[in-house]
């Protein structure tokens, strides 16, 4: 399994950005997958998840109600749309996944991670 995130940049507080990761050598039926960030001197942390079917969400609460997970199964790549963004948004993103059904939060749950893509949000 192979991940490549994208999407990254600089944004002003308020702004938005749109997140992508790919995935390929496997179907997108058989793998969840979920957005991790990392700041640095910080651990890495969960941010959002999709499940593998059914489109099961869940998401950190300081993200809640600014950013949304989705997924187009056709071309197998999960976006994380990022709205309202604050300076404390800004980290390095990583995409993340697993065969279970919906994984625990906790990064070591997740065996496939993508390289990252760096957000920052200027005040």
């Known amino acids: 399994v192979q991940l490549q995130a994208s999407g990254g940049g600089l944004v002003q507080a308020g702004g938005s950005l749109r997140l992508s990761c790919v995935a390929s050598?496997?179907?997108?039926?058989?793998?969840?997958m979920a957005w991790f960030r990392q700041s640095p001197g910080k651990e890495r942390e969960f941010v959002a998840r999709i499940s593998r079917i059914q489109g099961r969400t869940d998401y950190v609460d300081s993200v809640k109600g600014r950013f949304t997970v989705s997924r187009e199964y056709a071309t197998n790549t999960m976006h994380l749309q990022m709205n309202d963004l604050k300076p404390e948004d800004t980290a390095v993103y990583y995409c993340?996944?697993?065969?279970?059904?919906?994984?625990?939060?906790?990064?070591?749950?997740?065996?496939?991670w993508g390289q990252g893509t760096e957000v920052t949000v200027s005040s």
């Open positions: 050598g496997i179907h997108p039926s058989l793998v969840s």
């Open positions: 993340a996944a697993d065969r279970a059904p919906f994984p625990a939060t906790g990064p070591t749950t997740w065996n496939y």
